[in-house]
């Protein structure tokens, strides 16, 4: 296997480790931690935001430090950190506890996301950068379709799945330390620190917020509505996420699809599709059928998406890859951060419907900001 295929394996599996489990399975299980923890729907928000929360520190601090200490370092540390999170969701015995853990597992992910961009700049041909980034990325939707058959063999022991989930970014940590370059790419001595925000990552800025404002509204609540709407359980919860992970590895596509329309059009497209997914799942009167759509529709445009954006943030700084990504990727992880709770807030003070219905529009206002001339299709082939 090429050094650039044995990246793209393992990167996959890093980030379908600490987004699909650390991250997102929260929501998954979040009806059973709530029986066993008695959370309400406002606590269980700030909880979820708390896990965005920690992503938008660690996606800053692993920018810095992967450009000072190598990939290898930093990604061996996501998979550790995303293990101590996950022990400890396990072993949370009260609602404090369990932000705690669930913030340090979801810094988790902002961790793994920069030195991954590093490593592909480092050992990857410039042509296959972009086609090995999105592969990389689309590992989120592995992570959440594996997330939905453990949660249907647990049933309702979520301590132990995450347990397991624990055990499998051990195993990944050790798959890392053999497999990411020891360095990146060096950057220039008038590039360190802070970029300059320029046009295309201002309008970067703006997208990738509302759209992680309004994708919050499954990630975090969307095994609770279905739970409402049809009255599933662990079993019908399960099923859902893994129509989201199934359809969300078609992300894998997105730089190919960047590379052949555009930004702008890519960026619509899978923006109406992610709306759509909400309100088909959200929805007063959705049906299984309807619901099982609309989550495949969310996971494969919100994976799209990201996608979409980790094109724009490196195509935009192109001599700083880590640093491009960990714009688009805080950014859409701060609009995570004030949705949830504001989702929550919408279901305890008004009604379910109302919420989905806001936050099915918010995705939309996303499509305003244009990715700007200098990142047509032609650009944003790596």
């Given at each position: 296997?090429?050094?650039?295929?044995?990246?793209?394996?393992?990167?996959?599996?890093l980030?379908?480790?600490?987004?699909?489990f650390?991250?997102?399975?929260?929501?998954?299980?979040?009806?059973?931690?709530?029986?066993?923890?008695?959370?309400?729907?406002t606590?269980?928000?700030?909880?979820?935001?708390?896990?965005?929360?920690?992503?938008?520190?660690?996606?800053?601090v692993s920018?810095?430090?992967?450009?000072?200490?190598?990939?290898?370092?930093?990604?061996?540390?996501?998979a550790?950190?995303?293990?101590?999170?996950?022990?400890?969701i396990?072993?949370?015995?009260?609602?404090l506890w369990l932000?705690?853990?669930?913030?340090?597992?979801?810094?988790?992910?902002?961790?793994?996301?920069?030195?991954m961009?590093?490593?592909?700049?480092?050992?990857?041909?410039?042509?296959?950068?972009g086609a090995?980034?999105?592969i990389?990325?689309?590992?989120?939707?592995?992570?959440?379709?594996?997330?939905?058959?453990?949660?249907?063999?647990?049933g309702?022991?979520?301590?132990?799945?995450f347990?397991?989930?624990?055990?499998?970014a051990?195993?990944?940590?050790?798959a890392?330390?053999?497999?990411?370059?020891?360095?990146?790419?060096p950057?220039g001595?008038?590039?360190?620190?802070?970029?300059?925000?320029?046009?295309?990552?201002?309008?970067?800025?703006?997208?990738s917020?509302?759209?992680?404002?309004?994708?919050?509204?499954?990630?975090?609540?969307?095994?609770?509505?279905?739970?409402?709407?049809l009255?599933?359980?662990?079993?019908g919860?399960?099923?859902l996420?893994?129509?989201?992970?199934?359809?969300?590895?078609?992300g894998a596509w997105?730089?190919?699809l960047?590379a052949r329309?555009?930004?702008?059009?890519?960026h619509w497209?899978f923006?109406?599709?992610?709306?759509g997914?909400?309100f088909?799942?959200?929805f007063?009167?959705?049906t299984?059928?309807?619901?099982?759509?609309?989550?495949?529709?969310?996971?494969?445009a919100?994976?799209?998406?990201?996608?979409?954006?980790?094109?724009?943030?490196v195509?935009?700084?192109?001599?700083?890859?880590?640093?491009?990504?960990?714009?688009?990727f805080?950014?859409?992880?701060?609009?995570q951060?004030?949705?949830a709770?504001?989702?929550?807030?919408l279901?305890?003070?008004?009604a379910?419907?109302?919420?989905v219905?806001?936050?099915?529009?918010?995705?939309?206002?996303?499509?305003?900001s244009?990715s700007?001339?200098?990142?047509?299709?032609?650009?944003?082939?790596?």
């Amino acid at each position: 296997m090429s050094p650039g295929m044995t990246l793209g394996t393992v990167g996959f599996g890093l980030i379908a480790i600490c987004y699909g489990f650390a991250r997102f399975a929260f929501g998954l299980f979040l009806p059973q931690i709530d029986a066993d923890l008695s959370l309400s729907s406002t606590v269980g928000g700030l909880i979820s935001g708390g896990s965005f929360l920690g992503y938008c520190v660690a996606i800053v601090v692993s920018a810095h430090l992967t450009e000072r200490l190598g990939p290898r370092v930093v990604a061996t540390g996501a998979a550790l950190v995303a293990a101590v999170g996950m022990i400890g969701i396990a072993a949370a015995p009260s609602s404090l506890w369990l932000a705690g853990a669930v913030m340090l597992a979801g810094s988790s992910t902002g961790l793994a996301s920069p030195p991954m961009a590093a490593a592909v700049d480092a050992a990857v041909k410039p042509a296959r950068q972009g086609a090995t980034n999105t592969i990389i990325n689309a590992g989120t939707g592995a992570g959440v379709v594996l997330s939905g058959p453990v949660a249907l063999l647990m049933g309702g022991h979520w301590r132990v799945a995450f347990l397991v989930f624990a055990a499998t970014a051990l195993c990944m940590a050790i798959a890392v330390a053999f497999s990411v370059p020891v360095n990146a790419k060096p950057v220039g001595g008038s590039e360190k620190g802070l970029p300059r925000i320029n046009k295309a990552l201002k309008r970067l800025i703006i997208a990738s917020f509302l759209m992680g404002a309004s994708s919050t509204a499954l990630w975090s609540f969307g095994s609770q509505l279905v739970t409402l709407r049809l009255g599933w359980g662990h079993t019908g919860v399960g099923l859902l996420w893994i129509a989201i992970g199934a359809a969300g590895m078609a992300g894998a596509w997105a730089g190919s699809l960047v590379a052949r329309f555009g930004i702008d059009r890519t960026h619509w497209l899978f923006l109406g599709a992610l709306a759509g997914g909400i309100f088909l799942v959200g929805f007063e009167g959705t049906t299984p059928a309807l619901s099982l759509l609309g989550g495949a529709l969310f996971g494969m445009a919100y994976i799209m998406l990201t996608g979409v954006y980790l094109v724009w943030g490196v195509s935009a700084l192109p001599s700083r890859p880590a640093t491009g990504l960990m714009i688009g990727f805080l950014t859409i992880a701060i609009g995570q951060t004030l949705g949830a709770p504001l989702f929550g807030l919408l279901m305890d003070q008004l009604a379910p419907t109302y919420a989905v219905i806001t936050f099915a529009l918010l995705a939309f206002t996303a499509g305003l900001s244009k990715s700007g001339k200098a990142l047509k299709a032609g650009r944003c082939k790596q």
